[in-house]
Nanobody, 127 residues
Framework: QVQLVESGGGLVQAGGSLRLSCAASGRTFSSYAMGWFRQAPGKEREFVASIRWSGGSVYFTRYADSVKGRFTISRDNAKNTVYLQMNSLKPEDTAVYSC?????????????????WGQGTQVTVSS
């Protein structure tokens, strides 16, 4: 079992930055692939980014096209935490952002392949 708690959301102007954090419980955090998803009102949940640790200093990451070059996912296995650095934010980035965990080896972008979810944190980008 993994429990996830997000933080760091808020209100920011377009062009600004925010860093989201997701703290995980459990002793096997490093073995999980971690993902960030978002859901805007009236829309389906959307994949944002995912990361897997491959050992040593090797990490694999995957990003949605809509955030490539603006968002960066990272993790600190010693702190059981995954981060999402969001730069050059746009009003269309407004959504509830949730982190998720999966034991799957591949960096999946499908929400149903992540069995563990946090409660989400609101990000609002004003124009």
């Amino acid at each position: 079992q993994v429990q996830l708690v997000e933080s760091g959301g808020g209100l920011v102007q377009a062009g600004g930055s925010l860093r989201l954090s997701c703290a995980a419980s459990g002793r096997t955090f490093s073995s999980y692939a971690m993902g960030w998803f978002r859901q805007a009102p009236g829309k389906e949940r959307e994949f944002v980014a995912s990361i897997r640790w491959s050992g040593g200093s090797v990490y694999f990451t995957r990003y949605a096209d809509s955030v490539k070059g603006r968002f960066t996912i990272s993790r600190d296995n010693a702190k059981n935490t995954v981060y999402l650095q969001m730069n050059s934010l746009k009003p269309e980035d407004t959504a509830v952002y949730s982190c998720a965990a999966t034991i799957r080896v591949e960096l999946t972008s499908l929400p149903h392949e992540y069995p563990y979810w946090g409660q989400g944190t609101q990000v609002t980008v004003s124009s």
